[in-house]
């Protein structure tokens, strides 16, 4: 009987074999990378979502600059006691008389106020403020335990003066206040710890109240000159404003300061009827906070009286 073996492995021929070659491609085609995907491009931003950068433009706010940088996502701010005029109130027909012959002696003064905005004085408590978002209900909390702790008072007017700014960019009319001074101060003196925690400024050491009536530019001196003469503008008075011109180009008629016999010219015409208690004598209940363009008051008895945006004209 023939036995038939058969083969129980398979081998490959000699044609099937993987040459050396074909290894070592097999390898490099094992190790490639794949090819990079196409990223693919996002739309363009539709303008109308875009927030443009603010631009200062001197000719829109009567040759102000602003003294600050804008800051994304900062807040200017500012406490004062609000004093509102009636438009046929006695110290308003007075302050009319009064602008009327400063603007005759200087043409240069503008108002405070303008014929769109209800007129009001505002004494202030404190420098300008700049707050981050997160620092607005702390400053608010703050201002409102300052009112709750303090209450009503009077104010009154003594003599007119003029107060430069810290920046020595405007000149100011204003009337320094008489009767109040002490309640003032200790308003002041109770919001400096809140003024500190935020890095913020406190009021001045020896504060001259006021309320301001109009103000006009200042000429601005030569770097040169004052370089050479060594003068010094530390001595200036204090004022509530914080915007300084940053071109030396000058946008709006400038003076160098009020004439003094101007200044003095008014105290002999008005101010008898200023300092008397009929006109000039106010009852100070509220502590007002301006954020941005939003104006929180609290009476002084710490309760909230309103919230109102502020209308500004275009």
């Not at 085609?29 to 491009?41: A, G, I, N, Q």
């Not at 979502?49 to 102000?64: C, E, F, K, T």
């Not at 001595?235 to 709006?252: G, H, K, L, Q």
Request: charged content about 25%; hydrophobic content about 35%; aromatic content about 6%.
């Amino acid at each position: 009987m023939k036995r038939t073996t058969s083969s129980l492995v398979t081998y490959t021929s000699s044609d099937e074999e993987d040459t050396p070659t074909d290894q070592a491609k097999a390898k490099n085609e094992d190790c490639s990378e794949p090819p990079p995907k196409k990223r693919k491009r996002l739309p363009p931003v539709p303008f109308t979502i875009v927030i443009p950068s603010p631009i200062d433009n001197p000719a829109l706010h009567q040759g102000r600059i602003r003294t600050t940088p804008h800051v994304e996502g900062q807040y200017a701010a500012h406490v004062y006691v609000s004093l509102p005029l009636g438009r046929s109130s006695l110290l308003y027909k007075i302050l009319q008389a009064i602008l009327c012959d400063a603007k005759e002696a200087i043409p240069t003064l503008h108002e405070i106020w303008t014929t769109e905005q209800r007129p009001e004085l505002h004494i202030s408590l404190s420098r300008p403020i700049f707050l981050r978002a997160h620092q607005r209900e702390d400053l608010k909390r703050a201002v409102k335990k300052v009112a709750k702790a303090h209450r009503a008072f009077i104010v009154s007017f003594a003599i007119l003066s003029e107060l430069i700014n810290d920046e020595k960019t405007r000149t100011f009319l204003t009337m320094e206040v008489g009767a109040g001074h002490h309640e003032l101060r200790s308003l002041t003196d109770a919001l400096s710890p809140a003024l500190e925690a935020i890095r913020q400024q406190t009021y001045y050491v020896k504060p001259r109240f006021h309320a301001s009536i109009a103000w006009a530019l200042l000429a601005r001196p030569d770097k040169t000159a004052d370089q050479q003469s060594g003068a010094s503008h530390a001595n200036f008075t204090p004022s509530a404003s914080s915007e300084r011109p940053t071109s030396p180009i000058e946008v709006s008629p400038s003076i160098g300061c009020l004439p003094p016999e101007a200044v003095t010219t008014l105290n002999e015409r008005y101010g008898s009827q200023l300092s008397s208690p009929k006109v000039g004598a106010f009852e100070a209940d509220t502590i007002t906070l301006k954020v941005g363009r939003e104006i929180f008051s609290w009476n002084l008895s710490g309760t909230m009286t309103g919230v109102l945006a502020e209308y500004v004209p275009r």
